[in-house]
């Protein structure tokens, strides 16, 4: 069970380095509201929900301290894509392809995805079960 302080903790560090009433304007909440919450009280699901998505934040994230601290539809997971590009680029070794390819760059993104929607349950990335996939868009694009 998560300490009473976890979101507390999260929400101040969402905030960084803004004032309490400069992030209570941002995610339109009230600053007595805000430091409630700094102060130990936790918001429902609505509350928490405006506050992700008015600072940019997941819910995920916000709520249990799992996840991406951003949304990740924009935040680009470094170590998926130097993934995806390894593997894709040992794939289309024998096309001789390079990075100024546009079938190849295609298949690069494509993978990164696919990596990032298929992490094994301890998390980390299934690289032999992307291989196939990635041999596949290599012979699409």
């Known amino acids: 069970m998560p300490e009473q302080n976890d979101f507390a903790l999260r929400l101040r560090e969402l905030m960084g380095d803004m004032s309490v009433s400069a992030f209570a304007r941002k995610v339109e909440l009230s600053e007595s509201l805000i430091r409630k919450y700094l102060n130990g009280s936790e918001p429902g699901l609505a509350k928490a929900n405006q506050i992700a998505i008015k600072a940019n934040c997941s819910l995920e994230w916000l709520a249990t301290g799992c996840g991406y601290q951003y949304r990740k539809a924009e935040v680009v997971d470094m170590e998926a894509l130097e993934t995806a590009m390894q593997l894709t680029l040992n794939l289309a070794e024998s096309e001789e392809l390079n990075l100024q390819n546009e079938k190849l760059m295609k298949a690069i993104v ?3 995805q ?6 094994k349950k301890d998390g980390y990335f299934d690289v032999d079960e992307a ?3 990635a041999r596949y868009v290599l012979g699409m694009c």
């Not at 696919?114 to 992490?119: D, E, H």
């Open 131 to 133: 291989k196939p996939f």
């Open 110 to 112: 494509a993978t990164y």
């Open 114 to 119: 696919y990596m990032r929607a298929t992490k």
